[in-house]
Antibody, heavy 124, light 107 residues
Framework: EVQLVESGGGVVQPGGSLRLSCAASGFTFDDYAMHWVRQAPGKGLEWVSLISGDGGSTYYADSVKGRFTISRDNSKNSLYLQMNSLRTEDTALYYC?????????????????WGQGTLVTVSS | SYELTQPPSVSVSPGQTASITCSGDKLGDKYAFWYQQKPGQSPVVVIYQDTKRPSGIPERFSGSNSGNTATLTISGTQAVDEADYYCQAWDSSTYVVFGGGTKLTVL
């Protein structure tokens, strides 16, 4: 059974940093690209970032580019999101989601499994 | 940047057919995907690559995509289908794009 368990969320002041983690199990982790998707309270889904299965390719939404860094440790079956220079508009539930292939940049791909999310609140 | 537009809400009576649209420039040239999200739960894919249903998704869910519009159709809508629905596509410049979401109410 595929499981994705996020952690690391919390309350942080504007300008602060936070590192999210996603522990994966039930599939061969390095065979699949992984994503972070966020959802502000009462709002829709917003894609944040993507990393290929081998970690060699990364992509970011314009809203987080230069502030967030996605990474993975395939030896630990773990995905990460380092978030710096946080803003109030980054407040959201952050989901990790599994892609259907190792590359992630294929228009045929989609998210076949999602975690339960970890809540990040940016507030003074 | 590429954008997908959905109606904020759609209402349907039980047993009737619900149609949720998703509009984007030349969306028919891309693949469209649909996710269902119930309150307090994570999204679940209900349609992928325009028309395909994952295993476990009821046959009453179907999809189409042509021109500038993709459509999610739920035939014989049930109360259990009440949820938010999001369309999604891939764009070479924006990468993954989601529509704003449609709240389906089964009256």
């Amino acid at each position: 059974e595929v499981q994705l368990v996020e952690s690391g969320g919390g309350v942080v002041q504007p300008g602060g940093s936070l590192r999210l983690s996603c522990a994966a199990s039930g599939f061969t982790f390095d065979d699949y690209a992984m994503h972070w998707v966020r959802q502000a309270p009462g709002k829709g889904l917003e894609w944040v970032s993507l990393i290929s299965g081998d970690g060699g390719s990364t992509y970011y939404a314009d809203s987080v580019k230069g502030r967030f860094t996605i990474s993975r440790d395939n030896s630990k079956n773990s995905l990460y999101l380092q978030m710096n220079s946080l803003r109030t508009e980054d407040t959201a539930l952050y989901y990790c989601a599994k892609d259907t292939s190792d590359y992630g940049g294929n228009p045929r791909n989609y998210f076949d499994y999602w975690g339960q999310g970890t809540l990040v609140t940016v507030s003074s | 940047s590429y954008e997908l537009t959905q109606p904020p809400s759609v209402s349907v009576s039980p047993g009737q057919t619900a149609s949720i649209t998703c509009s984007g420039d030349k969306l028919g040239d891309k693949y469209a995907f649909w996710y269902q999200q119930k309150p307090g739960q994570s999204p679940v894919v209900v349609i992928y690559q325009d028309t395909k249903r994952p295993s476990g998704i009821p046959e009453r869910f179907s999809g189409s995509n042509s021109g500038n519009t993709a459509t999610l159709t739920i035939s014989g809508t049930q109360a259990v289908d009440e949820a938010d629905y999001y369309c999604q596509a891939w764009d070479s410049s924006t990468y993954v794009v989601f529509g704003g979401g449609t709240k389906l109410t089964v009256l």
